[in-house]
């Protein structure tokens, strides 16, 4: 039996091909768990203190909790204070939380009951274990909250206030107490604590996603590599950002990450298709940055600490289209006149309006089509910026290769010069005359005896697929016949 050892370069190829992928998605992984853990082992990190949400235009939300059973925050004319008023009952829920260490949850509140009003007692509840009743006065008032360790990545707190008042005719609400502030801390005093496991390994493959998608897209590893970790390391600090990792930001985060990895798929899949060699600065790598480039735009986006502003306004606007108005204007500032609205977007959504009832899913909505439209404008503008650069670029190495010594190069490479140069005389153009400028460069060029550079300008020029390239100015400018035959 013949034992000599089997020559196969497949299966070194495909472990090459193997380790290309799982190195960008190891760094995108290790990125965002690292900047994530860092930052939430700052000192400065705790406590995360804050209103309950945002009552002014903005209406943003926090990151480490959902609330059920509150108002919605108001804004205080005079001081600018943010306030919430609870209802008769209300929670905060953190979904994912390490309860191996005990946490404290602290809670100011106010009675804001007038004169003669009579001012309540609020039962603090953890997990449905509650505590001793607290009178809650005008004043600001502490409510503590402490939550042993548990075998559960996740806390319920509850608010029961026992008397609720109207305060009118004009506001038939049935208020409880207003909450002014929620604060977050380890309650060692140490900044020791952090998210459930579940989330940091979400966190770990969200990153390793973005690795994995840009790798997928077939750019030089080292770009790769590069880019997963500037990803990665951008959603470790979303995530960071308002202790979003424990609420429920994670999990958008996750349906992004499973969208992106599918675009990087969908790339790699043309590019196979197209039996296209990936370049490393080709439309492959383009799209593989954009991509990334785009998912940290909607990471962005769908933050709970982003601000909803005037998206509310487009909003409304594809309500409109949606009731079949489709020309409607808007008013500027001063000087005051009104302008035409463009309603490509709002029509881009109608197929996709009715699955989203709520307004903030619509808002969603609009930026991941507003998102993609950047992506594909993104490619479109890369094309145009690379067609241009690249008929310069090889123009400029025709030039060089032009007046390039016919000594150092020889055999075959000689005859295949010849037989291009004689293509590119013979190929009918209406400016086949060199310009002055474009014989002077490549003279200067030709002096000088480029060997390396003659040969990189032939691969650019004369092989080059786009008629662009070959017809360019400075490419029809070399005189083949009279230096490559002589």
Known sequence: MDTAPIDSPGISTRLLGVIRVLVPALAGALACASILIGFLHRPAAWPNAGPIGDGGKAARVRGWFTSDGFYRPELEAGSGRQFSWTSGSAALRIDHIDRSVPWRVEIRARAGRAPGIALPDVTISVDDVAGRPTRVTNDPTPLVADLPTFGRDSARISIHVSDVFTPGPRDRRALGVVVEQVALMPANGESSGGPGTAALWSAAAVGGAAGLAIALCGPPIWITIVAAILAGGAFGWLLAFDLAAFGTY????????????????????????????????GWTTAAGLLLAGTAIKLAVAFHPQMMVGDGIFHVHRAQLVEAGRYFFTSTTPAPYFEFPYAIGLYVAAMPFWSWLPADLDRLALLRVISATADLAVGLVVWGGARRFWHDDRAGIHRARRRRRSRARLHGRDQRSVQGRGARAQARPSGRRTAQPADRDQAHAVHERGDARAYRRIFEA????????????????SADWSGHLTA
């Open 250 to 281: 994670i999990n958008r985060l996750t349906l992004l990450s499973i969208g992106l990895v599918a675009g990087g798929a969908a790339v790699a899949v043309v590019a196979r298709m197209r039996r296209q060699v990936a370049a490393p600065w």
């Open 461 to 476: 020029c004369g092989r080059s697929r786009a008629p662009a390239a070959r017809g360019s100015r400075a490419c029809r």
